[in-house]
């Protein structure tokens, strides 16, 4: 098959990266429509992926909403030549580009708070697939299967740490540090949200500067006097970063996922917690303990002022990280499997519904299955 995947934010360079590659070693060819947002572009040169740019992205919400139709025709107009059998993605852009293409489309989606969006894009759309722990009956379209998104690249499978990154941090291996992680809160379902203020990204480098050494990565511009703490390496070595980091502190989600399944300690802040929050978060806390998410932010601080003392603190993360992979299947192998033998792949998945747990009219996976 000839598959088209739409991939518009650096999270879905990392998402699909090996899917692809899988399925290119099983025959199907790929083809990459990327959105020229943040990282994205430049992951997909590190990684040596060739691609099609069909979107820039505006520099406001609404900007990105008038853009949207010119953007699907776009790449519908390059999609036409390259006449896919199937089209992937995470959004409306695939969706509404299958119906002018008239093909079949498969969205993945892991975050409950953009109801919105599943509104726009559910009836254009054959499958949605997401995490068990997704929190919304999305009907009969609905396939939930046991893993998240972050296990597709950072299983022990497909990533191995290279402890060469304290090198390009400049500090010995037997140094603490931490590394704060701030958000844009520049989407289109970042309507009302926020993060840490720049008064309270200053105390959080002030106090955690006391433990260990503390190094930023942020979306957006920060005052000349964090530029000391801003880290200073190539986007793809980002995950090394979370292994062996003490502590992860975040406003963002994608990280803090992503520094759980790796075994990192994560304490998380932003206007979602509480409110509208996502299954994976919830899990990772409640049955992982792998996380803390506060929707207060001198909370969140005093917590992680509180776990970068505790001694030992790695050690007993990746024991609660292990136990989190034995529960969780390949993401990698299940989408690569489900994508490529697509449609037989849901046809087999609903014949196997009996043996499967039912939540409403979405199918709740357990185990592989493929």
């Known amino acids: 098959m000839r598959i088209a995947f739409f991939i518009n934010t650096p999270a879905h360079v990392h998402l699909y990266k090996n899917v692809i590659k899988s399925l290119e070693l099983s025959g199907h060819q790929a083809i990459i429509l990327a959105r020229n947002y943040g990282d994205t572009v430049n992951l997909?040169?590190?990684?040596?992926?060739?691609?099609?740019?069909?979107?820039?992205?505006?520099?406001?919400?609404?900007?990105?909403?008038?853009?949207?139709?010119?953007?699907?025709?776009?790449?519908?107009?390059?999609?036409?030549?390259?006449?896919p059998d199937l089209l992937v993605g995470m959004g409306v852009y695939s969706a509404y580009?299958?119906?002018?293409?008239?093909?079949?489309?498969?969205?993945?989606?892991?975050?409950?708070?953009?109801?919105?969006?599943?509104?726009?894009?559910k009836p254009f759309v054959d499958v949605v697939l997401t995490p068990s722990s997704f929190t919304i009956d999305l009907g009969p379209k609905h396939v939930?299967?046991?893993?998240?998104?972050?296990?597709?690249?950072?299983?022990?499978?497909?990533?191995?740490?290279?402890?060469?990154?304290?090198?390009?941090?400049?500090?010995?291996?037997?140094?603490?540090?931490v590394l704060l992680r701030f958000?844009?809160?520049?989407?289109?379902?970042?309507f009302g949200i926020n993060g840490f203020s720049v008064d309270q990204k200053r105390l959080l480098v002030n106090e955690l500067s006391k433990h260990a050494r503390v190094f930023i990565s942020s979306e957006i511009k920060l005052p000349d006097d964090f530029n000391k703490y801003l880290l200073k390496i190539p986007k793809s070595r980002i995950h090394d970063i979370l292994y062996y980091a003490k502590l992860v502190v975040a406003d963002t989600q994608t990280i803090t996922t992503e520094s759980a399944v790796l075994g990192t300690p994560v304490v998380r802040f932003n206007s979602?917690?509480?409110?509208?929050?996502?299954?994976?978060?919830?899990?990772?806390?409640?049955?992982?303990h792998l996380?803390?998410?506060?929707?207060?932010?001198?909370?969140?601080?005093?917590k992680a002022v509180e776990l970068i003392q505790e001694p030992d603190?790695?050690?007993?993360?990746?024991?609660?990280?292990?136990?989190?992979?034995?529960?969780k299947i390949d993401a990698t192998k299940?989408?690569?499997?489900?994508?490529?033998?697509?449609?037989?792949?849901?046809?087999?998945?609903?014949?196997?519904?009996?043996?499967?747990?039912?939540?409403?009219?979405?199918?709740?996976l357990q185990g592989d299955l493929l």
Not at 106 to 111: A, Q, R
Not at 148 to 173: C, M, R, T, W
Not at 272 to 288: A, P, Q, R, T, W
Not at 291 to 302: N, V
Request: charged share 30%; aromatic share 18%; with cysteine.
């Open 313 to 327: 603190l790695k050690n007993k993360w990746k024991e609660k990280r292990d136990r989190l992979l034995a529960d």
């Open 334 to 364: 299940f989408l690569a499997s489900f994508i490529g033998n697509y449609p037989e792949s849901l046809n087999k998945i609903r014949e196997r519904q009996k043996y499967s747990k039912r939540e409403g009219s979405a199918i709740i």
């Open 183 to 190: 958000n844009a809160f520049d989407a289109v379902h970042d």
């Open 291 to 302: 996380i803390f998410s506060f929707s207060d932010p001198e909370k969140s601080i005093a």
């Open 97 to 121: 580009t299958s119906q002018l293409l008239r093909k079949k489309c498969i969205i993945f989606n892991d975050s409950e708070p953009t109801p919105f969006q599943f509104m726009l894009f």
């Open 44 to 83: 997909l040169d590190e990684m040596g992926f060739e691609y099609f740019v069909y979107a820039d992205v505006p520099d406001s919400k609404y900007g990105k909403i008038l853009s949207l139709p010119f953007n699907v025709l776009t790449a519908y107009s390059f999609l036409r030549k390259k006449k």
């Open 144 to 177: 939930k299967f046991n893993s998240f998104k972050e296990i597709a690249y950072l299983h022990k499978n497909y990533f191995e740490p290279d402890v060469k990154i304290y090198d390009f941090l400049g500090i010995s291996q037997d140094e603490d540090y």
């Open 272 to 288: 979602f917690v509480g409110k509208k929050d996502m299954g994976n978060f919830i899990e990772l806390e409640n049955k992982y």
